[in-house]
């Protein structure tokens, strides 16, 4: 087995305050490829956050003081890493409940490893390539902090919604390559019946209008006619500098500088 696309040592953290649990499964995650990170409790987790983000935290949710929830919802309040959540309880409005709000995924102890390894690969693999650094400076009018799904725009932070932030980590990870349209509606729409290319090109638009101080003349945000989107840095400011890429239209006539559409699918 190798870990998925992008890096080939995905970071884990894995808190859970059964030291043999925790021990056993790190062992099994490192064997795989992965480079793990522990915590025995909601705190010392926080604590390893703060030096370093992982790819993806696995959380156990009966914990004593900070519960898994708790800790999820404060990781999400950080950073909007994914999460998978293991429970000895197999309530379905709990799971439900848990995946809408702040896990990716939740996984019902005693785990079977080979389902819960084939999970994190999934997950992954949908996120795309390894989680970028935490602050991307593109150019002196547009800084990501993809973490946090925040865009800061000639000094104003624009909030992201989950879907443009997963399409800008694949861009962000693959920084000035072209990536495929259909690659890009995968990262954003994996578990969308009949998902169709027309999702990406109106959640392009939407992204021009936050990201780019001039939608109609986007300078980071580019094009590539009948392929798909390249994530470009800038060498000035929003009139004195200029892409290092220019923007094209698409072939297929679906997404332009402006304009809209009635929607791009379901935005989670």
Do not use: C
Request: aromatic share 4%; glycine share 10%; net charge negative.
């Amino acid at each position: 087995m190798s870990p998925a696309p992008g890096d080939p040592f995905p970071t884990i953290l894995v808190v859970d305050d059964d030291a043999r649990l925790l021990v056993l499964l790190a062992d099994e995650l490192r064997d795989d490829g992965y480079r793990v990170i522990t915590a025995r409790d909601g705190s010392e987790a926080l604590r390893r956050l703060e030096g370093s983000w992982p790819d993806l935290v696995i959380i156990d949710l009966m914990m004593p003081g900070m519960d898994g929830l708790t800790l999820a919802r404060e990781i999400k309040r950080r950073a909007d890493l994914p999460i998978v959540v293991l429970s000895a309880i197999d309530a379905g409005d709990s799971k439900a409940a848990l995946l809408t709000e702040v896990a990716e995924d939740y996984v019902t102890k005693p785990y079977h490893y080979p389902e819960l390894r084939a999970r994190i690969e999934r997950i992954l693999r949908r996120l795309g390539d390894r989680v970028p650094r935490q602050m991307l400076v593109l150019g002196p009018d547009l800084t990501l902090e993809l973490h946090q799904r925040v865009a800061v725009v000639a000094g104003e932070r624009v909030q992201l919604t989950p879907t443009e932030g997963r399409l800008l980590y694949a861009l962000a990870a693959n920084l000035g390559r072209t990536v495929p349209t259909e690659t890009l509606l995968g990262r954003g729409w994996a578990e969308t019946e009949d998902a169709d290319p027309s999702y990406v090109w109106v959640t392009m638009r939407r992204l021009r209008q936050k990201i780019e101080v001039d939608p109609s003349r986007p300078v980071h945000l580019i094009t590539v006619r009948g392929t798909g989107y390249r994530l470009a840095e800038t060498t000035g400011g929003a009139t004195g500098g200029g892409a290092r890429e220019l923007a094209v239209g698409d072939a297929a006539g679906g997404d332009v500088a402006g304009g809209d559409a009635a929607g791009a699918g379901p935005d989670r």
